[in-house]
């Protein structure tokens, strides 16, 4: 059984920043690519940032200069390090990674929980 717990959400005026940070544990062979969504109310699931396991990344526009993603892959762990915030980055965030199990298996999409993220005007 494979787990992605997230944590680091909360709130913060705009401006701040905040750290969030997803740690997978369980039955992982190889982490392959790990990535952050965020959705807000009324409104679809969006890609933030990603990084695959060479650590190349790519982030939404919105987002681009102000969040960095980074990976620790002996902690299993990515981060997503969120700058400048401003009130329309206010949405829940979730951690995705892309997980093989085991060798010959087909690597499958994991989920976290979701972090609440609320930067105030």
């Known amino acids: 059984q494979v787990q992605l717990v997230e944590s680091g959400g909360g709130l913060v005026q705009a401006g701040g920043s905040l750290r969030l940070s997803c740690a997978a544990s369980?039955?992982?062979?190889?982490?392959?690519?790990m990535g952050w969504y965020r959705q807000a109310p009324g409104k679809q699931r969006e890609l933030v940032a990603a990084?695959?396991?060479?650590?190349?990344?790519n982030y939404a526009d919105s987002v681009k200069g102000r969040f960095t993603i980074s990976r620790d892959n002996g902690k299993n762990t990515v981060y997503l390090q969120m700058n400048s915030l401003k009130p329309e980055d206010t949405a829940v965030y979730y951690c995705?990674?892309?997980?093989?199990?085991?060798?010959?298996?087909?690597?499958?999409?994991?989920w976290g929980q979701g972090t609440q993220v609320t930067v105030s005007s």
């Open positions: 995705n990674a892309d997980i093989t199990i085991w060798v010959g298996v087909s690597s499958y999409s994991y």
């Open positions: 369980g039955s992982i062979f190889r982490l392959n690519g």
């Open positions: 990084i695959n396991s060479g650590g190349s990344t």
